[in-house]
């Protein structure tokens, strides 16, 4: 694998983790911590994979992911924001219930094959030797994962409903008396993080890897939330993040094109060690996470009134 393709790889895999982790930065500046994303991107994966099955349309399975992703957060928020139930245990019993039922529903589509995937380049800029490989023949979706980023620092930074969102994570008693609905405003943020999520699920089975097999997901729905901490809840550090984790994950690939001799289960172990290591090394450091940690994180909110 050349040096150009590796590039290519690594912002492949982390278009994977930049949606999702992007969807759970989200949750987290409204104050919600959810667990579930492993559990949304299984369930959003075996939904946009059946969806362009059974209609060939690529759209319309990312489509599919996005509603299931978002389906599945508003129930986990309505249990969190509503019942107040823990958003620790209700976040793991998500997970768990979207990795059952996706190996339930998807037993049928395990054979199943997906149309030939369109080949795309950019014109002229997919030509240049190395840069047009590494960067300019992706799929659109790698692309509108940059939009995406750069759509969401505009909107937390730049616009009032992004105030408003970080100052329900902040301080939602403050934004409760200054007479928003925190509540509203919490499950917009949660269902919006659980659409993106599904988006990044139905890019990994009909994109990525176009076939459905139970647990495809494989723990990047863990590693997208750590990247939100290692990246200190904010966008730009996620993308690159991401992208950092995307290459650590196809490095495996990499070295064993090069004849490198390491046991296979070390270089599986790679990513996930890769990312105890950073929330080793940021966790040294527990000043510098609080300063940037909304502060009602994982907290529930009961109006008074």
């Known amino acids: 694998m050349s040096s150009a393709l590796l590039v290519a790889a690594a912002l492949d895999a982390g278009t994977i983790l930049a949606l999702a982790s992007l969807g759970l930065l989200i949750n987290e500046k409204a104050g919600i911590l959810n667990l579930g994303a492993e559990g949304m991107m299984l369930c959003a994966a075996l939904a946009g994979f059946a969806t362009v099955v059974h209609t060939g349309s690529t759209v319309a399975g990312f489509g599919a992911g996005m509603a299931v992703g978002a389906a599945l957060a508003g129930v986990f928020g309505w249990l969190v924001i509503w019942l107040g139930t823990n958003q620790y245990a209700t976040g793991l019993a998500l997970s768990l219930f979207g990795a059952g039922l996706s190996a339930f529903a998807g037993t049928g589509y395990v054979q199943e094959k997906l149309p030939e995937a369109l080949h795309f380049k950019i014109p002229f800029l997919g030509d240049i030797p190395f840069f047009g490989v590494a960067f300019f023949n992706h799929h659109p979706m790698v692309y509108a994962g940059v939009a995406v980023t750069a759509g969401l620092v505009y909107f937390l930074f ?81 993308l690159f993040g991401a992208y950092l984790f995307g290459a650590v994950t196809m490095l495996q690939f990499h070295l064993q094109g090069m004849g490198v001799h390491i046991p296979s289960q070390v270089l599986n172990m790679l990513p996930y060690l890769a990312t105890i290591v950073v929330l080793v090394i940021i966790s040294r450091n527990p000043q510098w996470i609080r300063l940037n940690m909304p502060q009602s994180i994982g907290k529930s909110f009961h109006p008074s009134s």
């Open 158 to 238: 730049k616009t009032r409903a992004g105030l408003v969102l970080r100052s329900v994570g902040e301080s939602p008693e403050s934004a409760h008396a200054l007479g928003y609905n925190v509540r509203r405003i919490r499950l917009g943020a949660v269902m919006a993080g659980g659409a993106l999520c599904g988006l990044a699920g139905a890019y990994v089975s009909t994109i990525y890897t176009p076939l459905w097999v139970e647990g495809m997901i494989a723990g990047k729905g863990w590693i997208a939330l750590a990247l939100t901490t290692f990246a200190t809840w904010r966008p730009v550090r996620v």
